[in-house]
């Protein structure tokens, strides 16, 4: 019992007192710790590509560079009738929808705007995302370079592929990657998104197939055929409609404007 | 100088003419602004100047606006006929996605890397594309691309191509249990045929995974569950593999599901009842959305399975519509904010019930849920169409619904054709709507549509627009009294000082869009899109009735859906000619009988004396001598007595207060007494007896004189003739109120239009945005500033405004001495207010005599025949503003002729506006009655304006915008600037030509085939010179001249000043000549396809280019060409041209008729029909014979075709196979190889071919 008290006492003293500082110390230090890497993290992916050094795949190191990027634009091009600055479009709220059928007269069928939907979507990711593709592959040298590799690469030609299910981010870029003896080759980096903008068009292309040979398209047959899928037909007074597909799983868009058979105001 | 008008009569003619300039110039103001109303993107037509084509997005603008239009500004514009092959239109076909699409530009698709072609692409030709267990129409490619980037197998089946059998492939896909792997790896899932082969399983088809064959060790009927892609619920077995539908969870139900261990077809299990609520879904999991508006969902406390451990459930998609009526799911029905059927208005005649604000919307039961599917377009351009089909099984309807454009102009457009009633009944989108006043003979009938539209009022050419439709419902009505000499006081046409004037106008006015008194789409009334003068306001009564429009309607009440005849006819049978309907019967007020006798009554007081005459008898007895003194002096008498008597009755004025009758026996009294008094005077024959009746004859004619001059002193005859005017305005929302947040609150959206009914000060702000409101802007609670506005005022108006006060402006000539204005000037009068508000203004009351302002507005009125009603019947001036005085009226009152107050409204709108602008045209002082011989003549004008704010605070005084007339000096002759037709020519077998010449200045004109003196020539134009008749080429007058020869020399001369005298007027001392020739005959040369042809496709509709050359004709054989479908000709749109190419590409097989028909600029017309036939080959082709040819062997075809041989299975790829082909042939040859089996497959010119072999050949078969 006593030897207990002792115990207690020695627990007590100046001595176990001054680890206690030491220990308190130690927590506030982990504390800090901890909260810079949280605000590392917090400015993810800016800071974590310039400071954390990467053993990655660079394949994932390409992937969590761009997905980012990759999103945003394919929500933007999405949004916006399928580019990323559209210069013939209907002010739909406070978005830009580009005619991708289009008539200026009334009781006319209309004439297509971008026969190559899928194509120009493609063309139109690729330029938004060129400048981020470069800067991330300069960014993958230079963590390899710090991490003692030797880097050897050469720019290649990146390309957009919708898929179905997925959008397809390639770079041709020949990046060589050698430590002591061992040399790995990537002739070909890819990101892929999940994302169903390739069925979007398909939708889009088979609506706007309607609107240039009836003027109209009946929206319900697709909604029911597809179940998921809910396609908005707003009719606007000049005789543009708007349509909005949107997959009901995640609630992404595809907009685009067409005018085609317009009543003339009052017929 | 000042003139006092009170003393000068005559200057109220000139006040009246003036107004009438004014506001004609006004009117033609804004009809020149509504020419104005045609879209930005309209292409005008193409003889309104040179067409580009925008090469980014190949449309068509006037090279003048090209640059600015296309590509927002910095776009590539090239003359039309240049851009033909860009911007060419055909298929583009993508070859590496397979994907296919019409009208594109060439260069846009090949510079994207595109194949691109007319019409239907080879390509392009879609199959059935087996994807897994799914099914759909798709290129060849496209299937293939499938395949290609999501891995799963696809397999193309040309010949099957409609969606309907396509997707009953799917449905008809072959189930059944799929066995992986062997041993402890040994795996069963359930699938198709397909998809099993993908994974090298095998296959047993038609059985479940749980069938004890398969010894698979799955437990059957483990749980239920939803499944991907179908609806029903499932039993699932012990491995997760679907099994199943659902039947009950007793042990026989759950046998009959398993149905030992084999794939049951859904349509041998239970049927879920859709319609009683899911009655059976405890016991049935056949769910299916289009069937049964059913799917498989979680279960809830209500909604389960009989067996109460299972999660699933087959759960209704149905919904309950706002008439709690139910709805199936995907079903759209229309629903109205507020009465959408014409109901019956005053005297049980129809009238239309649209409410402003209101809106169409077109609804939808989706998954469970009523939502709003579509907002048909505001101001109702757009309404909601609903069709209903009866339900199979009884339980009422299922409803489809569709926005669709507003036909209500074109209903209004008919009533100037001829046979406006037969196509209003045609359009079930208008009616005729019948005006008929009771106690009047203003009765009519006018096409008017039935669910008008609305207006947008925010835009100067929405406001003309709406100011144009509902100035069509301002009709004026005249009637009056006439004190007669027995029978009091007689009315005529007294109906229309009634309030069924009032309300029936209203009706009409209604009718035609947002017009008139009507109410919101919440029931508040707003009353100032009417005035009414000289009739009663209209009645509390009549405002309630109308007030129960805003109500919803009940679900029995909406718009049957147009089917596709009745828009074709409608839009194209109906839209052609112009035509004319009315049956306006109003006489004028004093056309009645007894005035009429007195203008055409010598063939009564002739048929009187006649009778005198004869009644004497004895004229075959007697001599010459005796025939002359004693019946033809008598007989004189007579005549001239009843002669003075009728111009006495007339002079003094009494005959209109005079029946027939009542006439007819005075100027028979009279007659007989000047008889008698001319025979006592001269003698005669029959003087002895008649002689001495001389002094009956005096007293007799002194009582007539008498009872004339008593009737005169006591007012018999005296008429009042009044105007009464119904000025249809657009509607107005009610002043003062702050309804603004119920905008919205009906659960319908908000929008501008519905925001802005609900009140003068309700604005819609942040459009556009997530932060939408309708806001409360109140205006200022005091009367609005008005000030002169200086902006209407430019370098070269050559006008300014002057001497402003608070009370007003004077207008001043800059280009005169002394500021003041010769007649026919152009000035602008401009205010503006320190808020929104409306104006009306009028001239001095005080200037007018009494009553003269009424006769002015009388006069003022102008004929409207465009509908079809007489001169008398309808004014369009605009005076307003005097109901309140009104309001008090009693009917049979001598009071209600008196003069009140009469305003026009500033810039002739209702508009709440800040700036105002009146133009005016200022009248001569020779058309104002006034001399212009007179240099020192000057005439003050004052136009007194008032305005009010939205809040209804109007300004108390008067302000006052005065300007000086001078006299027009005028000392040359007109010039005539123009003439048509233009080019001379005429039609080739014209019977009479129409000419017309324009002059600069209003003129009266004369033609002759030969130069003479204008006094002398023999044939006269009729001129338009009324003010606001000023075309832009000028006054035009009008001629027929007959063309009985093939050439005719026409010599014009014209005189000015029409209203005086010849001798006062400057008249032509040179005539304008032209000439005039027949044309020949316009011919079509030739129509490709040509007679007889016969063209071979492989796919419908099949693309054909028309061609057509035509000859002669007025424009040296140019000329405008159309083609017939259906009922009326589509122009071929290439303008006038000798050649006209037009590609048809909606062709289908069969014998075709092509009929064209042109035209050149006079109307020579020559028709032409072309017979051709097309085929379309969709038959693969067949192997007819096979034989050994040497070292090869041979196979023919019944076609030319391409082969391909493989020597393993039909199913091989043609892309990469061996071809036995040289091109397109109908022979095929390979070498021989007696100990091989050729499998063979092939292609014609149109792709077609058989997904099987085309024929099997085994060698030692043909030896």
Redesign the interface.
């Given at each position: 019992m006593n030897k207990t008290k002792n115990q207690r006492f020695l627990a007590c003293s100046p001595k176990m007192l001054n680890k206690r500082g030491q220990v308190t110390i130690f927590i506030i230090l982990a504390i800090v710790v901890v909260g810079l890497v949280l605000l590392v993290y917090s400015f993810y992916p800016q800071i974590k590509s310039a400071f954390v050094t990467t053993s990655k795949n660079p394949n994932a190191f390409m992937e969590s560079c761009l997905k980012s990027d990759l999103e945003t634009l394919a929500e933007k091009v999405s949004l916006q009738g399928g580019s990323l600055d559209p210069e013939f479009y209907y002010q739909y709220k406070l978005d830009k929808i580009k005619y991708l059928c289009y008539t200026n007269e009334y009781y006319k069928l209309c004439t297509i705007q971008e026969p190559m939907l899928k194509e120009t979507i493609e063309l139109e990711i690729k330029n938004g995302i060129n400048n981020k593709v470069t800067q991330c592959l300069a960014d993958l040298e230079k963590s390899y370079s710090s991490q003692g590799y030797q880097v050897g690469s050469k720019k290649g030609e990146v390309s957009i592929e919708l898929l179905p299910k997925r959008i397809v981010l390639s770079v041709n870029n020949g990046l060589v990657l050698k430590k002591g003896e061992v040399t790995e080759t990537y002739d070909k980096i890819g990101v892929a998104l999940n994302d169903n903008l390739y069925e979007l068009v398909g939708i889009a292309n088979s609506i706007l197939d309607f609107e240039t040979t009836y003027g109209d398209t009946e929206t319900t047959t697709y909604m029911n055929f597809y179940h998921d899928l809910k396609v908005e037909k707003l009719k606007q007074s000049d005789g543009t409609t708007i349509y909005i597909l949107t997959d009901l799983n995640n609630e992404k868009k595809f907009q685009f404007a067409s005018r085609s058979m317009a009543w003339r105001p009052g017929y | 100088m000042k003139f006092n008008l009170k003393n000068k009569p005559y200057i109220k003619v000139a006040i009246q003419i003036f107004l009438v300039v004014t506001m004609s110039i006004a009117f033609s103001y804004i009809i020149d602004e509504s020419d104005n109303i045609v879209?930005a993107?309209?292409?005008p037509a193409s003889d309104s100047g040179i067409i580009n084509t925008c090469l980014?997005?190949?449309?068509?603008?006037l090279s003048s606006s090209c640059s600015s239009s296309c590509?927002?500004g910095?776009?590539i514009c090239i003359p039309a006929s240049r851009a033909n092959t860009a911007?060419k239109?055909g298929t583009?076909y993508?070859s590496?996605?397979g994907?296919?699409?019409?009208?594109?530009?060439n260069k846009?698709?090949v510079e994207?890397?595109?194949i691109w072609g007319i019409g239907n692409l080879l390509e392009c030709r879609v199959g059935c594309c087996v994807i897994g267990d799914e099914t759909e129409l798709r290129t060849e490619q496209s299937c293939n691309r499938?395949e290609e980037?999501?891995g799963i197998p696809s397999e193309f089946k040309p010949e099957v191509n409609t969606e309907t059998e396509c997707r009953n492939l799917a449905r008809t896909q072959v189930e059944g249990a799929c066995i992986t792997g062997t041993g402890e790896d040994r795996v069963c899932t359930f699938g198709t045929r397909s998809a099993c082969l993908s994974e090298d399983g095998d296959f047993e088809e038609g059985f479940l995974c749980s069938h004890p064959d398969l010894e698979t060790g799955c437990e059957k009927q483990a749980s239920t569950n939803c499944v991907n892609g179908k609806d029903g619920v499932y039993w699932i077995d012990g491995c997760g593999n679907k099994e199943n539908i659902y039947e009950g969870s007793n042990l026989a139900q759950k046998e009959s599901s398993w149905n030992t261990g084999l794939v049951k077809p859904r349509s041998e299990s239970c049927n879920i009842n859709g319609f009683s609520l899911l009655g059976n879904q405890g016991t049935c999991g056949n769910c299916d959305?289009?069937a049964s508006s059913t799917?498989c969902g979680g279960k809830t406390a209500e909604e389960k399975l009989d067996d109460s451990s299972q999660d699933v459930v087959c759960k209704t998609l149905s919904c309950f519509d706002e008439n709690n009526q139910r709805r199936e799911n995907?079903e759209?029905w229309c629903n109205y904010q507020g009465s959408v059927l014409p109901a019956a208005g005053d005297r049980g005649f129809n009238r239309s019930t649209a409410t402003p604000g209101s809106t169409h919307y077109v609804m939808e039961c989706?998954e469970g849920e009523v939502q709003i599917y579509?907002?048909?377009?505001?101001?109702r351009?757009?309404i909601c169409e609903e069709v209903r089909v009866e339900r199979t099984d009884g339980n009422g309807y299922i409803s489809y619904a569709k926005?669709t454009?507003?036909?209500?102009?074109?209903c209004l457009s008919y009533n100037d054709k001829e046979d406006a009633a037969g196509l209003c009944e045609t359009n079930p989108q208008c009616y005729m709507k019948q005006l008929n006043v009771k106690d009047s003979k203003l009765r009519a009938n006018i096409c008017v549509p039935k669910y008008p539209?609305g207006f947008d009022l925010s835009t100067e050419n929405g406001q003309t627009y709406a100011q144009s439709v509902c100035s069509v419902g301002t009709i004026s009505c005249k009637y009056a009294w006439v004190k007669t000499a027995f029978h009091g006081k007689k009315w005529i046409n007294k109906g229309c000082k009634k309030v069924g004037f009032t309300q029936q106008m209203n009706d009409f006015c209604m009718s035609l869009g947002d017009c008139g008194a009507s109410v919101n789409y919440i029931g508040d009334l707003g009353l100032d899109g009417y005035k009414v003068t000289r009739a009663p306001a209209l009645s509390a009564g009549y405002l309630d009735e109308i007030s129960n429009y805003s109500n919803s309607p009940d679900s029995e009440e909406y718009i049957q859906m147009m089917d596709g005849e009745t828009i074709r006819n409608v839009?194209y049978e109906g839209?052609a000619e112009l035509s004319n309907v009315g049956t306006g019967d109003f006489p004028d007020v004093g056309s009645d009988k007894t005035e009429n006798f007195y203008e055409n009554s010598w063939p009564y007081v002739v048929q009187g004396v006649t009778a005198v005459y004869l009644s004497w008898g004895g004229l075959a007895s007697m001599g010459i001598l005796g025939m002359i003194t004693t019946y033809f002096y008598p007989i004189i008498g007579a005549f001239v007595g009843t002669t003075i008597t009728a111009w006495l009755f007339k002079y003094w004025g009494i005959a209109t207060g005079l029946t027939a009758t009542e006439s007819y026996v005075l100027l028979g009294a009279a007659a007989i007494a000047s008889a008698l008094v001319t025979l006592s005077i001269i003698g005669g024959a029959a003087s002895t007896t008649l002689a001495a009746l001389g002094p009956i004859g005096w007293i007799t004619l002194a009582v007539i004189v008498a009872i004339a001059l008593i009737m005169r002193w006591t007012g018999v005859g005296k008429m009042e003739k009044h105007t009464a005017t119904f000025t249809c305005s657009p509607w107005t929302p009610p002043e003062g109120i702050n309804n603004c947040d119920k905008c919205g609150e009906d659960g319908f959206p908000c929008n501008n239009y519905a925001c802005e009914s609900l009140g003068s000060d309700c604005e819609f702000v942040n459009e556009?945005?997530s932060q939408e409101i309708c806001d409360y802007i109140p205006s200022t609670l005091t009367p609005p500033i008005i000030k002169p506005n200086y902006n209407v005022i430019t370098a070269d108006s050559g006008f300014i405004y002057e001497n402003e006060t608070s009370n007003g402006f004077k207008i001043v000539n800059t280009e005169t001495d002394d500021g003041c204005f010769p007649g026919y000037s152009s000035i602008i009068a401009g205010i503006s207010l320190n808020e929104r508000g409306r104006c009306t203004w009028t001239v001095d009351q005080a200037a007018f005599a009494e009553g003269d302002v009424a006769e002015f507005l009388d006069e003022a009125a102008v004929n409207l025949d465009d509908f079809g009603f007489e001169e008398e019947f309808i004014g369009e001036s605009i005076p307003v503003g005097a109901e309140e005085s009104l309001q008090d009226y009693e009917e049979g009152s001598e009071n209600e002729g008196t003069t009140t107050v009469e305003e026009f409204y500033f810039g002739g709108s209702n508009f709440d506006l800040y700036n105002h602008t009146q133009p005016i045209q200022t009248p001569s002082l020779a058309r104002l009655g006034l001399s212009e011989f007179d240099p020192n003549m000057r005439l003050d004008f004052d136009m007194k304006v008032r305005c009010k704010d939205t809040g209804g605070h109007k300004n108390p005084t008067d302000y006052t915008i005065r300007m000086c007339l001078s006299p027009q000096e005028r000392i040359v002759p007109p010039y005539v600037k123009n003439h048509e037709p233009a080019n001379g020519k005429t039609k080739q077998d014209a019977i009479e030509q129409n000419i017309s010449v324009y002059t600069d200045v209003p003129a009266e004109c004369k033609w002759s085939l030969s130069d003479k003196e204008y006094s002398i020539m023999e044939n006269s134009f009729a001129c338009k010179n009324e003010d606001g008749q000023q075309t832009t080429k000028g006054f035009k007058c009008d001629s027929k001249v007959p063309m009985n020869e093939n050439n005719k020399t026409i010599s014009v001369r014209c005189r000015d000043q029409p209203w005086n005298a010849e001798t006062s007027s400057n008249i032509m001392d040179e005539s304008y000549t032209f000439s005039l020739e027949k044309s020949s005959a316009l011919e079509i040369t030739s129509i490709v396809p040509i007679e007889g042809s016969e063209l071979s496709f492989g796919t419908e509709p099949a693309a054909v280019t028309v061609s057509v050359s035509t000859n002669g004709g007025a424009d040296n054989g140019k000329s405008t060409c159309s083609y017939l479908v259906g009922n009326f000709y589509i122009d071929i749109g290439d303008g006038m041209k000798k050649t006209h190419s037009q590609l048809l590409d909606q062709y289908t097989q069969g014998e075709k008729t092509l009929v064209i028909k042109c035209e050149d600029s006079v109307g020579n017309i020559a028709t032409g029909t072309s017979n051709f036939n097309i085929a379309i080959d969709t038959e693969a082709p067949r192997v007819s014979r096979v034989f050994k040819s040497g070292s090869q062997l041979k196979i023919i075809t019944n076609e030319k075709a391409v082969c391909y041989y493989d020597y393993k299975k039909c199913d091989f790829d043609t892309s990469s196979a061996k071809t036995m082909s040289i091109g397109l042939s109908t022979e095929h040859a390979v070498n021989w190889n007696p100990g091989a089996i050729y499998y063979i497959k092939c292609k014609d010119t149109w792709n077609n071919w058989d997904s099987k072999c085309s024929i099997i050949i085994k060698p030692e078969e043909i030896i």
């Open positions: - | 879209s993107q309209e292409v980014n997005d190949c449309q068509e603008y590509g927002n910095n776009g911007c239109l583009c993508d590496v996605e994907i296919c699409m019409p009208n594109s530009p846009t698709c994207n890397g595109g499938i980037t999501s959305r289009l799917t995907g759209r989706r579509r907002n048909c377009a505001d101001m351009t757009e926005c454009p507003n036909l209500a102009d074109l539209k839009l839209g556009g945005t």
